[in-house]
T-cell receptor
Framework: AQTVTQSQPEMSVQEAETVTLSCTYDTSESDYYLFWYKQPPSRQMILVIRQEAYKQQNATENRFSVNFQKAAKSFSLKISDSQLGDAAMYFCAYRTQYGNKLVFGAGTILRVKS | DAGVTQSPTHLIKTRGQQVTLRCSPKSGHDTVSWYQQALGQGPQFIFQYYEEEERQRGNFPDRFSGHQFPNYSSELNVNALLLGDSALYLC??????????????FGPGTRLTVT
């Protein structure tokens, strides 16, 4: 069974600075998808960024980028120019290529200080 | 374009009771997945419905059951409620068989409290 581990329960960053959230996963599959979701206090889970395992290029979405290391089974999220609105719980998630369910990590609370 | 909607927003039930939660998928989506998120934890997959049938199920007891209607909306039923069933229940929708089938859009959730 696949597992996802987020080793940082909580992180803090100063507004306008850069922060990196860590995620590792365990799988025996070669093709899969990885995601970062953001869950603000409103509870709505929002997709931040996704990465297809067969793509070597790291995904980027505006201020959000990932460092995908397939051999190391590592998938970190970098947030540049942090904004107050980035404060939320961030979840790393895994999905098999042909499966249906998302496997989530325990989450990292990100606090942004002004 | 309507996103995923869930009802009710909050619910308080007593141990042993039964509860039904409802979800309407994003417009154009045909697949609905349900997740349970305990306080301070990541969501756990309960099951997924497509074409009115359960396609995959997570590690949840038979007390958890579901249904999908012809309009793709879905219900999650939980019988014989336990205190441990208290959680945020999230519904996610997707469109199977497309290049973006892996993208799941989440609703705001239903907060269930069992006393």
């Amino acid at each position: 069974a696949q597992t996802v581990t987020q080793s940082q329960p909580e992180m803090s960053v100063q507004e306008a600075e850069t922060v990196t959230l860590s995620c590792t996963y365990d799988t025996s599959e070669s093709d899969y998808y990885l995601f970062w979701y953001k869950q603000p206090p409103s509870r709505q889970m929002i997709l931040v960024i996704r990465q297809e395992a067969y793509k070597q290029q790291n995904a980027t979405e505006n201020r959000f980028s990932v460092n995908f290391q397939k051999a190391a089974k590592s998938f970190s999220l970098k947030i540049s120019d942090s904004q107050l609105g980035d404060a939320a719980m961030y979840f790393c998630a895994y999905r098999t290529q042909y499966g249906n369910k998302l496997v989530f990590g325990a989450g990292t609370i990100l606090r942004v200080k002004s | 374009d309507a996103g995923v909607t869930q009802s009710p927003t909050h619910l308080i039930k007593t141990r042993g009771q039964q509860v039904t939660l409802r979800c309407s998928p994003k417009s154009g989506h045909d697949t609905v997945s349900w997740y349970q998120q305990a306080l301070g934890q990541g969501p756990q997959f309960i099951f997924q419905y497509y074409e009115e049938e359960e396609r995959q199920r997570g590690n949840f007891p038979d007390r958890f059951s579901g249904h999908q209607f012809p309009n793709y909306s879905s219900e999650l039923n939980v019988n014989a409620l336990l205190l441990g069933d208290s959680a945020l229940y999230l519904c996610a929708s997707s469109l199977l068989g497309t290049i973006n089938a892996h993208e799941q859009y989440f609703g705001p959730g239903t907060r269930l409290t069992v006393t």
